[in-house]
Nanobody, 128 residues
Framework: QVHLVESGGGSVQAGGSLRVSCAAS????????MGWFRQAPGQEREFVAF????????SYADSVKGRFTISSHVAENTLYLQMNSLKPEDTAVYYC?????????????????????WGLGTQVTVSS
């Protein structure tokens, strides 16, 4: 079991920056990858970014590429998402997710169903 807790959300004006964090605990030695997803009101949860644990391999949704950076501090079992040049359309609840790996994840690492553990989310609000 892996337990995930997000923090660092808040309100910011368009063009500003925020960093959200995710602390992992439990069976962290088996982590294979972690990701960030977001869900805006009335919309489905969508992929934002992922990182292969203990590597530099990352991937981003087109909507955030060049503005958001996913990173990790493996020794502290912490995942980060640095968000710059924020836009009102980035407003959402941001969720941290973790997977212990597997062929399903390898085929579709952006798929929600291929992550085993989820945090409760942190709200990010961007005003115009």
């Amino acid at each position: 079991q892996v337990h995930l807790v997000e923090s660092g959300g808040g309100s910011v004006q368009a063009g500003g920056s925020l960093r959200v964090s995710c602390a992992a605990s439990g069976r962290t030695s088996n982590l294979y990858a972690m990701g960030w997803f977001r869900q805006a009101p009335g919309q489905e949860r969508e992929f934002v970014a992922f990182i292969r644990w203990r590597t530099d391999m990352t991937s981003y949704a087109d909507s955030v590429k060049g503005r958001f950076t996913i990173s990790s501090h493996v020794a502290e079992n912490t995942l980060y998402l640095q968000m710059n040049s924020l836009k009102p359309e980035d407003t959402a609840v941001y969720y941290c997710a973790a997977t212990l790996g597997g062929s399903d994840w390898a085929r579709r690492p952006t798929g929600l169903a291929n992550y085993d553990y989820w945090g409760l989310g942190t709200q990010v609000t961007v005003s115009s």
